[in-house]
């Protein structure tokens, strides 16, 4: 099993930044069944869409169309944390923000999500 946390959301205004910070915890034989890592958003009345996402070892970075360029993913300096800077950020970036991982067998884990609104 893995647990996920997320945290580092709130109230911002547009054009401000936020960073949003994912904690991973398990086993030790879970957490290194981990093949990809990344975040996805939730506006509301929308569908969850994916906004970032990695594998495990930092490869193969993916962006959403709408985010590439202003956030950035990324392993944080300790081992089983993952990050998303988000910078310029814009009204239509407000949503619930979840981080999620999944295995070498795609079992999907996902956190309970943090809130993130941008005010225009």
């Known amino acids: 099993q893995v647990q996920l946390v997320e945290s580092g959301g709130g109230l911002v205004q547009a054009g401000g930044s936020l960073r949003l910070l994912c904690n991973v915890s398990?086993?030790?034989?879970?957490?290194?069944?981990?093949?990809?890592m990344g975040w996805y958003r939730q506006a509301p009345g929308q569908q969850r869409e994916l906004v970032a996402n990695m594998l495990m070892g930092g490869g193969n970075i993916q962006y959403s169309d709408s985010v590439r360029g202003r956030f950035t993913i990324s392993r944080a300096k300790y081992k089983n944390a993952l990050s998303l800077q988000m910078n310029e950020l814009k009204p239509e970036d407000t949503g619930v923000y979840y981080c999620?991982?999944?295995?070498?067998?795609?079992?999907?884990?996902w956190g309970q999500g943090t809130q993130v609104t941008v005010s225009s």
């Open positions: 398990g086993t030790i034989s879970s957490i290194s069944s981990i093949n990809v």
């Open positions: 999620q991982v999944r295995t070498l067998r795609r079992v999907t884990y």
